[in-house]
């Protein structure tokens, strides 16, 4: 039975293919049109969905949708309506959308697809706990979702046991954790739905200096971990901008412009509003560990992107353990949608050992075979090397350890907003320049952004305070006191972002300001090629660990072809590609003669430009 389930119309849009409870592709239909978060309706990601399945639309038994737009609308409506006249600006440029499009989704999903056969509508965070829950290795559990909004929920929790899902309570709009996250992300400068993990990156370089200014004015926390925000510093009900002249006041003028500097005042405010965020997170969850006794924790919404809330929930709550969707965000949501139908919808069995989960490492995105990747590099006339897989490997570990950036593009692409290997930017995290070269060289992004370490599972626990795997990049934990080095005196003097000037340890590139990192664990299973060539980095250099940072450019998704990440490659300061098994250089790209990897064929076939 073949289960095709669609997110889009909000941001980060996807279409994910469930067959007999398994999921056989699911991706982000920004990887196809090149628009980061692209909300429109994912026909490439449903195409490619179909594709990979071996099946066409006709062969599809259910479509599920994420979400239930005429309730979502109900929202809007009578927000719009408590507030007028205010917000009417708003509400004439939203409504002619609902009344065109959205509040006709079966038909417009007919129309677009050609599907006949039943289309189903579960809740948005019904989905979000599907999606948290049914992939996961537990056979019952505690579910949290915490997002900005979906219908009217904007927060639930409750109990998955076997087949079934129970939502136990909920928190509604305008009450909402993810946007007054993103109320802070925009008065900082930065976009909502995309630049709450620069936030959350900039956090450690202040000091929680407002904290009791958010806890007094903005919101009540109860001790259950509930809420009520004071909607009097909030316009999102009404306005076309997240806070208004209220918030700006208390907290000292207007919003930064983007791209202005960053002050430490800006990095107080992100510090601030990523302690009141974990608080919450942890009230919440030992109040759902109290009320339903379960062991174990599954979450997903936005909010559970924040890796840093989820290290201390792992580390503080009285959970045995946690399992976060990798793509927690909406673009999950279509995988939660299709998972929801197959086990709560038709109640079919599922299987459970507490130990593994279902997502098969997140790589269910499109990959590019070896004919492929080399008709696109001799149509282009690129001057390349193909290696067998021993010396790909070995040469790979070599750059690396030469301080050279790598674009490494492998198998199946990823699925969610992380990296975990395949469509990677790596390098040598032993390199206290190397944060910085990736930064502004590569990404070219603000410097003080962090990189994860990508390490050997079996070796996770020699370089940081984690007992278990994190395959995902969602925990943040500590960097182990005995790799840390000696940070002098004047470090306890050092503001903002001076901090970045002093290596914390003997993997600095890693290493954030507070001596944590946002680790992914790599393993043989999860991704066999990703493991050997760390291994192969450990065995010859003594280091289980490397830089592991996306294969784009700032504002660009994530690469999914052979071609995107050529030209990625071609428009930074990277130094070599590495694709399936062909090795390509920058001085070979630029028809450079003289020392380059390629000389003599040392290293095996040579495919030269035409």
């Known amino acids: 039975m073949n289960i095709l389930g669609i997110s889009a119309f909000y941001h980060d849009s996807a279409a994910c293919l469930v067959r007999d409870g398994l999921v056989v592709a699911a991706v982000q239909e920004e990887r196809f049109s090149r628009k980061k978060h692209d909300f429109s309706f994912p026909l490439q990601s449903i195409s490619y969905c179909l594709e990979e399945g071996g099946i066409d639309i006709h062969d599809v038994d259910y479509i599920a949708f994420y979400e239930k737009p005429l309730i979502k609308f109900e929202r809007i409506l009578e927000t719009y309506i408590s507030f007028a006249p205010k917000g009417l600006s708003s509400f004439l440029k939203a409504i002619p959308l609902w009344i065109k499009q959205k509040l006709w989704i079966k038909e417009y999903i007919r129309k677009q697809t050609g599907f006949a056969g039943k289309i189903l509508f579960p809740e948005h965070h019904e989905s979000h706990a599907a ?16 997002d900005g909004v979906g219908e009217w929920t904007t927060t639930s929790y409750g109990i998955g046991r076997d087949n079934e899902l129970h939502i136990l309570s909920e928190i509604h709009f305008p009450h909402s954790l993810g946007l007054l996250y993103s109320a802070f992300t925009y008065y900082t400068g930065f976009k909502v739905n995309s630049g709450e993990y620069k936030l959350m990156g900039l956090a450690p370089y202040g000091e929680p200096e407002y904290k009791d200014l958010i806890l007094k004015h903005l919101i009540d926390i109860r001790e259950d971990g509930s809420f009520r925000l004071n909607m009097d510093y909030f316009d999102y009900c009404v306005g076309l901008t997240m806070t ?3 918030f700006h006041d208390l907290f000292g003028g207007p919003p930064r412009q983007p791209e202005t500097e960053l002050t430490q005042r800006h990095m107080d405010l992100a510090r601030s509003i990523q302690y009141v965020t974990e608080e919450i997170v942890l009230k919440m969850c030992d109040h759902i560990q109290g009320v339903t006794g379960e062991r174990y924790l599954c979450l997903a919404g936005g909010v559970a992107l924040n890796c840093v809330a989820n290290g201390r929930i792992l580390r503080e709550s009285r959970f045995d353990d946690i399992w976060i969707q990798p793509a927690a965000g909406d673009a999950g949501g279509a995988m939660g949608a299709a998972l929801m139908v197959w086990y709560q919808y038709l109640g079919q069995k599922r299987e459970a050992d507490d130990k593994t989960d279902k997502q098969q490492g997140s790589y269910l995105g499109p990959e590019f075979k070896r004919d492929e990747i080399l008709d696109f590099l001799t149509q282009k006339g690129i001057t390349c090397c193909e290696l067998d897989d021993e010396d790909l490997f070995d040469i790979t570990a070599e750059l690396i350890d030469q301080q050279k950036v790598i674009g490494w593009f492998q198998g199946r692409m990823e699925f969610g907003p992380r990296a975990l290997g395949n469509r990677s930017i790596i390098g040598d995290a032993r390199s206290p320049k190397m944060q910085e070269t990736i930064n502004l060289k590569i990404k070219f992004r603000e410097s003080f952004r962090p990189f994860a370490p990508s390490v050997l599972v079996e070796r996770a626990g020699d370089y940081f305070e984690l007992d278990r795997p994190s395959p995902y990049m969602l925990l943040v934990a500590p960097v182990r006191e005995e ?9 306890g003097h050092l503001r903002g972002l001076d901090k970045l000037k002093i290596p914390r340890s003997t993997i600095p590139a890693v290493t954030h300001v507070d001596f944590s990192a946002r680790i992914q664990t790599v393993s043989q299973q999860d991704n066999p090629r990703y493991h050997r060539l760390i291994q192969t980095f450990d065995r010859k250099y003594g280091c289980a660990v490397v830089v592991n940072t996306s294969f784009n450019v700032r504002g660009e998704p994530i690469v999914c072809s052979p071609e995107q990440a050529f030209n990625c490659f071609k428009a930074t300061e990277m130094d070599y590609l590495v694709l399936g098994n062909f090795l390509i250089s920058k001085e070979a790209v630029r028809g450079a003669k003289g020392k380059d990897i390629f ?12």
């Open 483 to 491: 790799i840390r080095t000696s940070v002098d005196k004047q470090d």
């Open 599 to 610: 000389r003599g064929g040392r290293y095996g076939k040579i495919i030269k430009r035409d």
């Open 131 to 146: 999606s948290a829950f049914f992939p996961s290795p537990f056979k019952h559990a505690a579910f949290l979702t915490v």
């Open 244 to 246: 208004n002249k209220r």
